[in-house]
């Protein structure tokens, strides 16, 4: 409608090859290890029965990142946001495959997820890592990393708790930089972009970049 402000969106919607695996993965394993969308707060702790520090994720991707980092810190609780349905089902195969107690997924939206279902004040941390560029300048609106979006984050993260992105897109991170830098809950830890933290891997994808000449920034901050 005229005058509408078109919604901010973690993702636009792909279509994409399911295998088998991941399609009998989603089937099985998504009401074992899954999170339905709900209007209603939910109850991190009740979730996974314990009271340890939470840390989201959006955007898991296919999930060998998430997982990994799932698998080397028990003692954390990660909740994963993803909405295509070939990385929800190949995360919940990882969950599966590796015991992974401390890792549960949401596929739906993450600004709604967020919006809806995340308490004020509730998250230790949020990883947002290597969400799509939109590289085209006509499409920059559609980036996920906007002032309004870090608002949102800041407003459930614990006083203490950080926010760290990643991106391989220069102009990205710079816009990043300065959208987190205007947001007043929070504060840079590192004088500018900070060094890679030794939780998140190293991916495959990122190896073959970085042997290519291309850069990879990372974004930490933290809530005052």
Sequence with gaps: M???????RSYVLRQGRVSNAQACAHETLLPRYGIEFSEEIIDLHAIFGRG???VLEIGCGMGETTAAIAAAHPEIDYLGIEVHTPGVGSLLKLIDEGGLANLRVIQHDAVEVLREMIAPESLDGVHVFFPDPWP??????????QADFVALLASRLKPGGYVHLATDWEEYAGQMLAVLSAEPQLENT???????PAYRPQTKFETRGLKLGHGVWDIVFRKK
């Design 190 to 196: 590192a004088a500018g972009y900070a060094p890679r």
């Design 52 to 54: 340890a520090h939470t």
């Design 136 to 145: 085209k300048k006509r499409h920059h609106k559609r980036r996920l990393v």
């Design 2 to 8: 005229p005058g509408q402000t078109r919604p901010i």
